[in-house]
C-alpha cells in the first residue's frame, strides 16, 4: 500500500533545485561580493535563492513573492545598447537588489552572445 | 452632480437621499448660519488632496529649474528634500513625469499612477543616497567590474566575467 505521507521520508530542504533551468547567467559587481555572501544570512537561503532563481530565469516578469521597481533618473538608465533598465528588487524587507539584464551579452568582442543578469547594487537595512 | 441642496433637518428625514448624493459625487449641505458644506467619498476627498499637494510641488518644482542650478535642501523646502540626491537632469525628468501623473490622476479620477510615479523615485532617491550605490548605478559599464554569482548555497569558486579566472 501506498501512501502520500512517509514518516521516515526526510523534507526536502528549502529552496532546493530550482524547478525551471537557469536561463540567463548571473554576474555581481565585484564591489558588493561582501553583501551577496551576507544575502542568504540577512534575509534566509530560501528567499535569497528564490531572488536568485528569479534573475536567472524571468528578470523581466514581476515576481510573485517580492516588490520590484523600475528606478527612475540615471540611475534606472541602461548601461548600454541591449540593456535592460535599473530592476529593483525587494528581497526581503531588510535586502534589495538593483540589477540590469541583457539577452545577447558579450563579455568580449569575440565572445558568445548569451543572456545575462548583472546585480548592480545590494543593500540591507529596513527602509 | 445633483443640484439638490439639503437642509441640516434633512440630516435625520432625508439622511437615505442624502448619503446617495454623497456616494454619487457630492452631498450639499447649507448650514443654519447659511455656510454651504459637502459631503464627498473619503477616497475623493483623498485624490483632491493629494493632487493639490503635488501640483503645488510641482510649481515650486518648475521655478526652482529656472535657476540654472542644484537647488539647495532649505529651497527644495520639507516635501522635496529627499530629491537633493538627483542632479538637474534628473529633477527636470521628475518634474515631466510627475506632470504627466498629475494630468492622469485628474483624467482618470485616480492617484494610482501618481502614487507609483512617487514611490519609483522615492526608492531611487534611497538608492542613491549611499555613496558606493551612487558611484555604480551612475558609472560606466565595464565587463571587468562583474564576476559570476553562484546561487546561494552553492559552493563553486567565483569566476572573473572578463578572465574566465577563477578566484581561490
Not at chain 1, 537588489?97 to 552572445?113: E, F, I, K, L
Not at chain 2, 498629475?102 to 501618481?114: I, K, S, T
Amino acid at each position: 500500500m501506498s501512501s502520500a505521507y512517509d514518516p521516515l521520508q526526510p523534507a526536502k530542504r528549502p529552496g532546493g533545485r530550482p524547478t525551471v533551468a537557469p536561463r540567463y547567467r548571473v554576474l555581481l559587481h565585484k564591489k558588493f561580493r561582501n553583501h551577496y555572501a551576507q544575502l542568504a544570512e540577512r534575509v534566509g537561503i530560501q528567499q535569497a535563492r528564490q531572488m536568485w532563481d528569479h534573475l536567472a530565469t524571468t528578470p523581466g516578469a514581476t515576481s510573485g513573492i517580492a516588490s520590484t521597481t523600475i528606478l527612475r533618473g540615471r540611475a534606472g538608465r541602461p548601461r548600454g545598447p541591449g540593456w535592460s533598465r535599473t530592476v529593483h528588487y525587494e528581497v526581503s524587507g531588510d535586502a534589495r537588489v538593483d540589477y540590469q539584464y541583457h539577452d545577447a551579452y558579450r563579455s568580449n568582442p569575440s565572445g558568445d552572445a548569451h543572456p545575462v543578469v548583472a546585480i548592480l547594487t545590494i543593500s540591507f537595512g529596513s527602509h | 452632480m445633483s443640484d439638490v441642496i439639503f437642509k441640516v433637518s434633512d440630516l435625520a428625514q432625508s439622511r437615505t437621499e442624502l448619503l446617495q448624493a454623497a456616494r454619487e459625487g457630492r452631498a450639499r449641505v447649507r448650514d443654519t448660519d447659511g455656510t454651504g458644506l459637502v459631503m464627498l467619498r473619503e477616497e475623493e476627498l483623498q485624490l483632491i488632496e493629494l493632487v493639490a499637494d503635488w501640483s503645488r510641488a510641482h510649481s515650486c518644482l518648475l521655478r526652482l529649474q529656472q535657476l540654472g542650478r542644484q537647488p539647495s535642501v532649505s529651497e527644495l523646502g520639507d516635501q522635496l528634500a529627499w530629491l537633493r540626491v538627483f542632479d538637474l537632469e534628473d529633477l527636470r525628468e521628475f518634474a515631466n513625469e510627475l506632470d504627466d501623473a498629475l494630468v492622469a490622476a485628474r483624467a482618470d479620477r485616480d492617484g494610482a499612477a501618481l502614487r507609483h510615479c512617487l514611490h519609483a523615485w522615492r526608492v531611487t532617491a534611497r538608492q542613491l543616497q549611499d555613496p558606493l550605490r551612487r558611484s555604480v548605478l551612475h558609472g560606466a559599464h565595464a565587463p571587468e567590474d562583474f564576476e559570476d554569482a553562484q546561487r546561494p548555497g552553492a559552493t563553486s569558486p567565483v569566476r572573473d566575467v572578463a578572465s574566465g579566472r577563477a578566484d581561490e
